[in-house]
């Protein structure tokens, strides 16, 4: 499959779009209004989200031969947030981050991110198929299209924070079924099902942090 005929990435570009259309309607009482994520202001949440064009700039140079160790988002995710992973020893630095993110760009250029930086870097790859194998710097190696399916969740996920500061219409469908079903993935699927159709009273949420 081309990147051209992959529903993740043209849900992705669809979901910074709806981002970038719904910042450009915000004031500046509600760039600074807090989230229901502690010490996130809605501008940090976005410079937590909006894609960085520079990071679209290594992943052609970092494309490997060969299977990948991790193939899918729920794989990714799994990694990261099993215990000691990087969800729980990073989370602060990771905020952190996104405050500072926010504070050095300033909401004109994360519109700009959302709305056509960020869509064109990844129409820049279009002819890198989803199936490519490419360098993580802590993973080992991933497939390319697991990165989009994780980037389509964060983008999804957040734009429910961004719904709940600001308000606003939900994200699309597609979307939210696609990130519906990736976290599904995640857990183990006898205890998620166990617990789904009340047969087990084991917590199996929430399965990323």
Known sequence: MSSQ??????MLAQAWTSW????????AEDWSRPTRLPEWTVQALCGHVAPVPAMFDGL?????????????GAGILRAYNRPGGLAH??????ADAAKQAAAET??????????????????GLADLSPEVTVAHPLLGSVRLGALAEVALMEATVHLLDLIAAVGG???AEGALHFT?????????????????TGRSAEAVLPVIR
Do not use: W, Y
């Open 5 to 10: 005929n992959d529903p993740v990435r043209v």
């Open 20 to 27: 970038a259309e719904r910042a450009k309607a915000l004031d």
């Open 60 to 72: 052609r140079e970092a494309v490997l031969d060969g299977p990948a160790e991790i193939t899918t």
């Open 89 to 94: 020893t990073a989370a602060g630095q990771i």
């Open 106 to 123: 300033g909401p004109a250029v994360l519109i700009a991110r959302f709305g056509t930086e960020g869509p064109a870097a990844l129409a």
């Open 169 to 171: 219409p939900p994200p």
């Open 180 to 196: 519906r079903g990736l976290l599904a993935e995640v857990a183990d699927p006898v205890a998620f099902i166990e617990s789904a």
